[in-house]
């Protein structure tokens, strides 16, 4: 391991040299000017980085991807094999059969394409809510923040106990009040997701909220007073000052929110088991690695992912990027 | 300006006033609804740790699951005292605190110092650098505490005593806080720098003297985030430190403590929850004490993806 | 010429990624490069006063009562073999949530090359561990006499691997309270004559028409390993099976037609309302339902934790597995095995292994923990008709372990799905399903 770690790390050198020597000889055409003594500088001060961050980031992250094309399982250690692409045939079968890596997919999109927009959208309200100098706010905007320390044990279990099926549950004896039949809310496919995408963004947008608070800081009041001169509407402010100052903010959520909603493991595996309804793609990974313990075809499916997830995020900032 | 014509309503036309009163109340009242729904799981912590097994039973599902069992405070006390004493929690919360403190100052020194010099200084290899880290904050990581474990057992030898390192060293990196503080330090105007630089600092000069002073926000952001990872963090630590010996001081953290204390056998929800309420407290502490920088540390940066 | 460049990089960088994968079945071949350490050749590790050391790693907390219970053992054992220079380490990992962590450590302990000479392990893991060649074969090492004295063993492919550390079994908690004013008599049922699944049905019946929630089927824990091993045996009961004697065939076992009538007679439960999926995890303490189906670990809340609800033992009672075709009832169990680790000589390892299993220790750590001796030789004075007496007697009687699979974990993931869903689903496509699953995990590990 020892070997292989300092070969990477001389490849890993050997590709930055590369592209350093790029940077060198298109320098002219960029209209860069590097200087010796800064670029020493630099290097050394990012040395315990980078050092650090190939030790404890870089090198598992290769590694682990590295298993993908091996038949690593996790009882045998000490006897994995090159396997080519064998993981990668099975990930195609499987969702050629529509098999839980299918629905993993499926739900994993269902998930992202709800939480994203609701989690943001609840985010920005509360970030507007609080966003007044008054005390009340101070401590409104604690109690949203909350959920985001909260160990993650209790959340759940008091998620299960709104969610629970029957007259008990909180949820169930609130709509009762109304003459609504008690659901099943977990059970039940149709309404199992947008469950979890609900309590997902109630327990993640505390954050986000304080993303977008720093945002709107940083908006200048005059360009609201010059607004109100004009005479533009609530709305218009809102779309003209407001939005537009929140923009790269906006941006910077919108990528981390994805990117986050893309793993998610936990809710899923609390609030209803390894079950086809709402099993999602890291759970998927989770339960390959862990439960079957065939950590090589759990790598190929985060390969995949990794991918994928890339790919969006490159898509994204093209989108987005201010011009 | 608020609190002046707050003071004197009479300046104002008539009817502004009870306008004014009535959106505040609503206000108000729309926010503590809202507060409500998000401190949900705190009310149910801390009324469940004021009960006994049969109290809790009788009350869950229904709304008493997030009143305090008032008629009966000896339980109350009971369970708190049962956790504090019964067990050495203290020694695991210090050592927390410990690998949280060392953690936060390697993490800014570390990635401080990078996220300067990815902001400010020009050198060949940037752009392959600011790539790895987009590329490094977009990978999962699920599988990848396998290789880790190998990494710093069999690489690097971390046993027993030295297993500390193995918990301080790797927490100290993290991509995202480079990202973070290179995004904060790109809206530091060039002034202050060059204004140092006449009066002769060189680049570490400008970091520490310039630089710092003026980044309180993003420090304290990152502190707060560090230390309430350090603090939560429990599968790693159990994995790599060696488990407590007889007479020794522990070298595990608080969430270790915590789940021992929760897989005992005959321990009451009721203890559970307090046991859960006592190990939230400092993150909450360092949460409302910090918050205000919070806000700023994102804020000042406009930051760009 | 940029895009040749960047090309180049982007070459060189997956090139580098591909490195890493190399290392992984390179770093097989030399799995030993830090590995070996403590600086024993692989026969046997000896301290400075020439004591040869045996490791043992247990799965719970030191400070536990049972890994006190554990430790005072291991302390005797010093004592004990003194003059013949033998000394046990024991080492404590907590078994962290999800049980996973307590395996992910054991085989980078594998890996390391620090595995303990013993471990514990839970008993469905035998197959696995076993067909890694984690476990080392003790067949010949300990005698068919002593192997007798056993409720169960760790057999697989007809080779013992492991001796169990104790027993647990599982009945059905009732409210006496609740019965008494029902009228329902049920001290004819016990574990020398349990109830068969009409007289079951019969008795929930008269339950539900007195008021109350007849049972709780705990239909609802299929998030880990609760619904398994509370449910496998009504699949026995009804003639049932999972897999085939080797572990290694699901088709025509999981989705037989006895097997199928097990999960109906839950289901049918559940269609007659006699049990669902609402009931609340405290309903049973707080008087709502009759009969709450679960392990032996529930005998001490009710004696203690719920004293307001439950006064004494005049309260509550427990009554055996029902029966259909054959009786059938949970066993379960945390066992010891010698690991085939690179100590090859196993004398030390093997006289830790029978201490730990001896009459006097298994006496002991059942004294702390409450649960029933693995061995039949322990004699517990329990009162005829106590619930402790009840568990120990049907264990004898009709005790049967869970599927010995390589594929167990899977096993458990396939059991839970088909609990989830046989409120609305139908039973034969359920078990079609789960065999499909399962029979592919078994393909895909059993070579491994």
Redesign the interface.
């Known amino acids: 391991m020892i070997d292989t770690s300092i070969l990477i790390l001389g490849l890993f050198l050997l590709a930055f040299g590369g592209f350093a020597v790029y940077d060198l000889a298109t320098a002219k055409r960029r209209r860069e000017v590097y200087r010796v003594k800064s670029t020493v500088t630099a290097y050394l001060m990012l040395l315990p980085a980078v050092l650090l961050a190939f030790l404890f980031v870089l090198l598992p992250i290769l590694y682990s991807l590295g298993y993908a094309f091996t038949d690593y399982y996790l009882l045998k250690p000490n006897d994995i094999s090159f396997v080519k692409l064998e993981n990668f045939v099975e990930i195609i079968e499987e969702i050629s059969e529509k098999g839980m890596l299918y629905n993993a997919i499926k739900n994993t999109l269902t998930f992202v394409i709800g939480v994203v927009p609701l989690q943001i959208g609840l985010a920005l309200l509360l970030a507007l809510f609080v966003n007044r100098p008054c005390f009340g706010s101070k401590i409104f905007k604690v109690c949203f923040f909350a959920p985001v320390v909260i160990s993650l044990s209790v959340t759940s279990f008091l998620w299960l106990q709104i969610l629970a099926p029957g007259e008990g549950g909180l949820l169930n004896s609130l709509l009762g009040m109304f003459g609504i039949p008690p659901h099943d809310w977990l059970r039940d496919p149709e309404t199992a997701m947008p469950c979890i995408i609900v309590l997902s963004a109630w327990q993640g947008c505390g954050y986000q909220m304080l993303i977008f608070l720093s945002g709107l800081s940083n908006i200048r009041k005059d360009l609201y007073e010059a607004a109100s001169l004009d005479g533009a509407s609530r709305w218009h402010q809102f779309w003209n000052v407001t939005w537009v100052g929140l923009r790269s903010t906006f941006v910077y959520i919108l990528i981390t929110v994805f990117i986050g909603a893309c793993r998610i493991l936990t809710q899923p595996m609390l609030m209803t088991g390894y079950m086809s309804h709402t099993v999602t793609l890291s759970y998927y990974m989770y339960n390959s690695g862990y439960t079957k313990r065939l950590v090589g075809e759990s790598s190929a499916v985060a390969l995949l992912m990794t991918i994928f997830i890339g790919g969006i995020t490159l898509i994204q900032r093209r989108l987005f990027r201010e011009k | 300006m608020d609190k002046f014509t707050q003071d004197l309503p009479n300046f104002r036309p008539n009817k502004a006033p009870v306008r004014k009163n009535v959106k505040e109340i609503v206000y108000y009242v729309v926010g503590i609804i809202l507060s409500l729904i998000f401190i949900l799981p705190i009310l149910y912590m801390l009324a469940t740790s004021t009960k006994g097994e049969v109290a809790y039973a009788e009350s869950v599902g229904t709304l008493n699951m997030f009143l305090p069992d008032l008629a009966h405070l000896g339980i109350a006390f009971e369970n708190y005292k049962n956790v504090l004493l019964g067990y050495d929690i203290w020694k695991y919360a210090l050592n927390s605190f410990l690998y949280a403190g060392i953690v936060i100052v390697i993490n800014i020194l570390v990635n401080g110092l990078a996220g300067y010099v990815m902001a400010k200084l020009v050198f060949p290899g940037k752009r392959l650098l600011s790539f790895l880290i987009i590329f490094l904050i977009v990978v999962p990581v699920e599988t990848s505490i396998i290789p880790l474990y190998s990494i710093v057992k069999i690489m690097l030898g971390l046993k027993q005593q030295m297993s500390v390192l193995g918990v301080i060293l790797p927490a100290s990196i993290s991509i995202f806080n480079i990202f973070l503080f290179t995004q904060f330090f790109q809206n530091i105007p060039k002034e202050y720098e060059e204004a140092a630089r006449i009066d002769g600092a060189n680049t570490l000069g400008v970091f520490f003297k310039v630089i710092m002073p003026l980044s309180k926000p993003i420090l304290a952001t990152v502190a707060v985030f560090c230390f309430i990872g350090v603090w939560n963090d429990y599968l790693w630590p159990s994995m790599i430190l060696p488990s407590a010996s007889d007479g020794t001081w522990p070298l595990l953290p608080i969430q270790t403590a915590l789940t021992t204390i929760q897989s005992i056998e005959g321990i009451t929800t009721g203890e559970i929850m307090a046991s859960l309420v006592i190990t939230s407290i400092p993150i909450f502490v360092t949460y409302v004490a910090a918050q205000k920088y919070i806000v700023q540390g994102f804020g000042t940066s406009g930051l760009k993806m | 010429?940029?895009r040749l460049?960047?090309s180049?990089?982007l070459i060189?960088?997956v090139?580098?990624?591909?490195?890493?994968?190399?290392?992984?079945?390179?770093?097989?071949g030399n799995?030993g490069?830090?590995?070996g350490n403590g600086g024993d050749g692989g026969s046997s590790s000896t301290d400075s006063e020439g004591n040869t050391i045996v490791k043992i790693m247990f799965h719970v907390?030191?400070?536990?009562?049972?890994g006190q219970a554990y430790q005072k053992r291991i302390n005797a054992f010093n004592t004990a073999y003194k003059d013949q220079k033998i000394k046990a380490q024991a080492?404590?990992?907590?078994r962290?949530?999800?049980a996973?962590?307590y395996?992910?450590?054991l085989?980078?302990n594998?890996?390391?090359g620090t595995l303990a000479d013993i471990i514990t392990f839970d008993a469905p893991n035998t197959a696995?561990?076993a067909?890694?060649?984690?476990l080392y074969d003790i067949t010949d090492l300990i005698s068919e006499e002593e192997q007798n004295k056993f409720f169960s063993l760790n057999m697989y492919e007809g080779k013992l691997y492991g001796l169990p550390i104790q027993e647990s079994s599982a009945g059905f908690f009732y409210n006496k309270k609740i019965f008494r004013d029902a009228g329902i008599d049920v001290s004819a049922y016990t574990a020398e004559n349990p109830w068969t699944f009409e007289e079951f049905k019969a008795v929930c019946a008269r339950l539900k028409s007195h008021g109350v929630t007849a049972v709780d089927m705990r239909i609802d824990a299929?998030?880990?390993e609760t619904a398994p091993y509370l449910l496998y045996p009504f699949i026995y009961a009804a003639g049932g099976s999972f897999v085939s004697a080797d572990g290694l065939t699901a088709g025509g076992y999981y989705n037989s037609a006895a097997t199928a009538k097990g999960f109906q007679f839950i289901k049918d439960l559940i269609s007659a309302e006699y049990t669902?999926?609402?009931?609340?995890?405290?309903?049973f303490?707080?008087g709502k339902v009759g009969m709450y189906l679960s392990s032996g670990w529930t005998i001490?809340?009710l004696d203690?934790?719920?004293?307001?609800?439950f006064a004494s033992r005049d309260d509550w009672g427990l009554l055996p597995y029902p029966k259909d075709v054959v009786a059938a009832s949970a066993t379960g169990s945390w066992s010891y095995a010698i690991t085939n680790n690179h100590h090859t000589d196993k004398t030390a390892a093997l006289e830790l292994l029978k201490w730990m299993t001896s009459p006097e220790s298994s006496e002991a750590i059942t004294n702390a923990?409450g649960m029933i001796p693995a061995r039949k030789d322990v004699v517990k004075n329990y009162e005829a008709g106590s619930p402790e007496y009840t568990l120990l007697k049907q264990l004898e009687i009709s005790g049967k372990e869970r599927p010995v699979t390589v594929?167990y974990?899977?096993f458990s993931?396939t059991f839970?799905?088909v609990i989830?869903g046989l409120?609305k689903g139908n039973v034969s496509d359920l078990l079609n399903s789960a065999k499909n699953?399962l029979q592919d995990?078994i393909d895909?590990?059993k070579d491994?």
């Open positions: 010429m940029k460049f960047a180049i990089t060189m960088l090139f580098t990624m591909l490195l890493g994968m190399v290392s992984c079945f390179g770093g097989g799995g490069d830090g590995g907390d030191k400070s536990s009562t049972e080492i404590f990992k907590a962290s949530a999800g996973s962590g395996e992910t450590e085989m980078n594998q890996l390391e696995a561990y067909n890694s060649e984690l299929t998030k880990d669902s999926y609402a009931i609340g995890a405290t309903d303490f707080t001490p809340d203690n934790k719920y004293r307001e609800n923990t594929a974990p899977t993931t839970n799905q989830f409120g699953t995990a895909e590990v491994r």
